[in-house]
């Protein structure tokens, strides 16, 4: 399945919602306007979840959890710095998060729609986990309140086009740029704050382009696949969305799941996935962006792949860990076995190969006292008499050559070429001289009597550039 398919269903779901975007924007800005004072407690509220989490390097674990002390919660926070490392998702690039086994990102793409988003949101809620959404300008737009209940809520928001257009791969850089920075300057407005949105971006369709990826680094941005998506944009169950998101997981160990926030079947399935996870033994890891007052998370170079050991062992083959054991040198070999190598009769010897290299093969092994095994491993070559002439190898039969006309002789000297073309049917005088020349040393090696290696009327010239 293209990526194409993979993210149609999002392209018809945008469509769908055009109409009521221009609505609710509307009913959204009015309500905007009178709520101005309101708008700088949630800012606070998330300033002060950022400063505890960074303080605490935790935000809620499942004790801390309001009323639901079994709650999967959220492990750690991750800052990350996307100046360092601009592309992560094993999906398509060499580079994921830095995660530990059984850590796991969970990222919803294509919202916020409220009436599929609320539910995300209350699950995460519910479970006092930390995700990551990549809003739609267009979107944010329509639901700026839908925008502002993620930050409420303290998830991390990056973007993800201005109309999630399925074409990144093959539009021009300036209209990929033009959508990337109408996302982001949407979903600012809709948050009020253009540094609520991180510097995150994911690729409508995964449809990677150099041009893109190269942009958004430019302009510090990380640009974000995945580990592995849940085909929630599929036609399946949210069953099936659940297995698939479980068992990509299990398969990988850690990893970014992505999802959309848009889908029923998301909504529906994800408070079991939360729950599944907690049983499972997974942790939950909120990214955010490094800023100058949130350093970024110390890491090694190798923990941004998701399995170093694994990649190594594959770029190379591995140097085995040879356990040693307490005796310092090795019990030499029974003598029977060195004794049944000089004991062997000639034949035996001869089929190692080789009358002059069997001695010394018999002699080296009885000074190591190394044995040979009883019987030779490979087929006995079969020796027979080779008669080779005084001068050199015997002629083979001109029938194999096809020759016809001529004598099969190994020649090379340029007077034999030019008195074997003497006898050539319309052979010329500049064939001879090109056959003869320096240039062409592939002719002067050819049989006579076979078939013209030069076009007619080559010329005698310079192959080298000069
Ligand atoms: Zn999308």
Redesign the pocket.
Same mark, same amino acid.
């Given at each position: 399945m293209s990526a194409k398919e993979i993210?149609a269903e *999002?392209a018809v779901l945008l469509g769908a919602f055009g109409v009521m975007m221009a609505v609710a924007s509307a009913v959204e800005s009015a309500n905007r306007m009178k709520t101005g004072a309101a708008r700088l407690l949630p800012r606070a509220i998330l300033a002060l979840n950022c400063l505890l989490a960074t303080a605490a390097g935790t935000l809620a674990h499942a004790a801390d959890c309001p009323g639901n002390p079994d709650a999967l919660g959220t492990s750690r926070v991750l800052v990350v710095d996307p100046t360092e490392h601009p592309r992560v998702g094993t999906m398509q690039y060499g580079q994921t998060l830095p995660l530990k086994d059984h850590e796991v990102v969970l990222t919803f793409? *294509?919202g916020p729609l409220p009436a599929k988003s609320n539910k995300v949101l209350a699950a995460l809620a519910a479970q006092c986990v930390k995700a990551t959404f990549?809003t739609?300008g267009k979107m944010a737009t329509a639901y700026p309140d839908g925008v502002r209940k993620l930050r409420e809520a303290g998830h991390t928001i990056g973007t993800?086009s201005e109309s999630?257009p399925l074409s990144f791969n093959r539009m021009p850089v300036e209209q990929a740029r033009q959508q990337i920075n109408d996302g982001i300057a949407h979903t600012a407005a809709a948050l009020g704050d253009p540094n609520a949105v991180a510097p995150f971006f994911?690729i409508?369709?995964l449809l990677r382009a150099d041009g893109v990826e190269e942009y958004l680094a430019s302009r510090g941005i990380m640009t974000w696949s995945a580990d592995f998506p849940a085909d929630d944009?599929r036609h399946i169950t949210s069953a099936q969305v659940l297995h698939l998101a479980l068992s990509r997981l299990e398969a990988k160990g850690k990893g970014i799941l992505l999802l959309?926030d848009i889908q029923e079947r998301t909504a529906a399935m994800l408070p079991t996935l939360l729950r599944e996870l907690k049983s499972r033994g997974y942790h939950i890891v909120h990214v955010v962006p490094a800023t100058p007052d949130r350093p970024k998370t110390a890491t090694e170079p190798r923990d941004w792949l998701m399995h170093p050991d694994a990649a190594v062992a594959s770029a190379w083959p591995a140097i085995p860990q040879f356990a040693f054991d307490q005796t310092a040198v090795l019990a030499a070999p029974d003598v029977i076995n060195a004794t049944h190598v000089l004991a062997a009769p000639q034949s035996e010897l001869s089929a190692i190969g080789g009358r002059g290299r069997t001695v010394r093969i018999a002699h080296r092994f009885a000074a190591d006292t190394v044995p040979l095994p009883p019987e030779p491993l490979w087929p006995r070559p079969a020796v027979g008499p080779v008669s080779l002439g005084a001068d050199g190898l015997p002629a083979p039969d001109k029938t194999i050559f096809n020759l016809q006309g001529a004598e099969p002789r190994l020649t090379t000297g340029r007077n034999q070429h030019a008195q074997l073309d003497q006898h050539r049917d319309g052979a010329t005088a500049e064939r001879r001289e090109a056959m003869a020349s320096p240039a062409a040393p592939a002719l002067r090696r050819r049989l006579p009597g076979s078939s013209p290696m030069l076009p007619g009327g080559l010329q005698r010239g310079r192959l080298a550039p000069g």
């Open positions: 993210f *999002d793409d *294509d990549f739609i993800h999630h994911r409508p369709g944009w959309h």
